[in-house]
């Protein structure tokens, strides 16, 4: 009798855990989404110097505020996982300039600020609470970067320009819900810039740009 019961009582507990189970991957992030974000953001700017014979490198970064804006799509995957598309609108504070050196001698003034960045991608992730979850995400981005630059050797040579570069980016987050259908979330982003090429009087140079994201944000669900 008491076998019976305890089968009885487990059978019972099964049942109330199911529907318990099904609301929650409801409550997880599913459907349309939208967010504001705002945090910190480092550019580190690698650039190689050439004149045919030799070549030097120059390193610089400095850091900034970004803010923006994300809309998004998720959908369950899987019992506790989940799948999304999302794309991303930001601007940034950073602007920073340094001096351009082959050896010993300063040869151009490199000032970079940073305009409007777009990113869009895909993301996986694993669901740890009502609304909530850990992610991994990846995709495609376009930055936008402001150059003016005095060269020291031939001034004639002075330009500025704005560059639109080509990349892509990896990172990783978490959301946790505030409520049904709001959340907060904290996320790194590591974007790799495709190089810019130019001259500076005889020598020519090749830029690598990176960059890192801290952010913050607020969403919600519709």
């Known amino acids: 009798m008491k076998t019976v019961a305890t089968i009885t009582a487990a059978t019972l507990a099964v049942a109330a855990a199911a529907p318990a189970a099904a609301q929650s991957i409801v409550e997880t992030p599913l459907g349309p989404r939208i967010e504001l974000r705002a945090g910190w953001d480092r550019v580190d700017v690698v650039t190689e110097l050439h004149d045919g014979s030799a070549r ?37 504070t ?29 993301r996986i992730g694993f669901v740890t609470g ?21 060269d020291l050797t031939t001034p004639a040579n002075n330009f500025r320009d704005k560059t639109r570069l080509d990349g892509f980016h990896l990172g990783a987050g978490g959301e946790v819900g505030l409520t049904s259908r709001a959340y907060g979330k904290l996320e790194y982003l590591y ?18 740009v990176e960059r890192h994201h801290v952010v913050a944000g607020l969403g919600y669900r519709f």
């Open 56 to 92: 030097d490198e120059v390193t610089t970064g400095d850091s900034g505020i970004t803010y923006g804006g994300e809309v998004g799509y998720d959908m369950v995957l899987s019992g506790a996982s989940v799948i999304g598309v999302y794309a991303g609108l930001s601007k940034s």
């Open 94 to 122: 950073l602007e920073t300039c340094d001096d351009l050196s082959f050896g010993a001698t300063v040869i151009a003034r490199d000032c970079l600020s940073t305009g409007r960045e777009i990113a869009v991608g895909g």
């Open 130 to 150: 009502p609304n909530s979850l850990v992610y991994l995400k990846g995709g495609y981005s376009n930055g936008e970067f402001r150059r003016d630059v005095r």
């Open 191 to 208: 974007t790799n810039y495709a190089a810019d090429k130019g001259m500076v009087g005889q020598y020519r140079y090749e830029t690598g």
